[in-house]
């Protein structure tokens, strides 16, 4: 079964410094997508950035970008310029579209932006 | 910009009692997920529906179940509210023909049960 692991459950990183989040996946799939969401607090959960498997170039939404390593199962974000703004849980999800709609979803990592 | 309504913020009910949790999205998707959210577990799908009256168990179904009558609403039913149901449940949408997959989400129901 496909599982997805963040190994962070809470960061801290510095206005205006940058910040790497982690996530790890397990599949046996060669056909996904991956996304980092944004749930900020009492609001609701948005799409920072996804990626496509087949794709080898990594994804980049102006500060956001992924590093995205298929062969170590391996999709981290990375936040720069860090803004007060960023402070939210952030989830990272598997979809394998050909199977299912359904995501699977990771436990989330809060992350602190200290001023 | 799609949008995803759920009908309360927050709710308060006794044990024992049904509980109707709504959803409305405004776009036309032909998919709406339930998923409930707890600290340190994530979000975990409970069930969803790929289209007007169909429906699929998710991965935590139990003490659950739904109605999707028209294509815009998906509501959640808890048929007799347990303590352990307490937590937040997020609805989602998605656009079945979307190459890019992207699930819309409401607010949220933090939904207490006494």
């Known amino acids: 079964a496909q599982t997805v692991t963040q190994s962070q459950p809470e960061m801290s990183v510095q206005e205006a410094e940058t910040v790497t989040l982690s996530c790890t996946y397990d599949?046996?799939?060669?056909?996904?997508?991956l996304f980092w969401y944004k749930q900020p607090p009492s609001r609701q959960m948005i799409l920072v950035i996804r990626q496509e498997a087949y794709k080898q170039q990594n994804a980049t939404e102006n500060r956001f970008s992924v590093n995205f390593q298929k062969a170590a199962k391996s999709f981290s974000l990375k936040i720069s310029d860090s803004q007060l703004g960023d402070a939210a849980m952030y989830f990272c999800a598997y979809l394998a579209p050909r199977r299912t709609y359904k995501y699977i979803f990771g436990t989330g990592t809060r992350l602190k932006v200290l001023a | 910009d799609v949008k995803v309504t759920q009908s309360s913020r927050y709710l308060v009910k006794r044990t024992g009692e049904k509980v109707f949790l709504e959803c409305v999205q405004d776009m036309d998707h032909e998919n709406m997920f339930w998923y409930r959210q707890d600290p340190g577990l994530g979000l975990r799908l409970i069930y969803f529906s790929y289209d007007v009256k169909m429906k699929e168990k998710g991965d935590i179904p139990e003490g659950y179940s739904v109605s999707r009558e028209k294509k815009e609403r998906f509501s959640l039913i808890l048929e007799s509210a347990s303590t352990n149901q307490t937590s937040m449940y997020l609805c989602?949408?998605?656009?079945?023909?979307?190459?890019?997959?992207?699930?819309?989400f409401g607010a949220g129901t933090r939904l207490s049960v006494l």
């Open positions: 989602a949408s998605s656009w079945a023909g979307d190459s890019k997959n992207i699930q819309y």
């Open positions: 599949t046996s799939e060669s056909d996904y997508y």
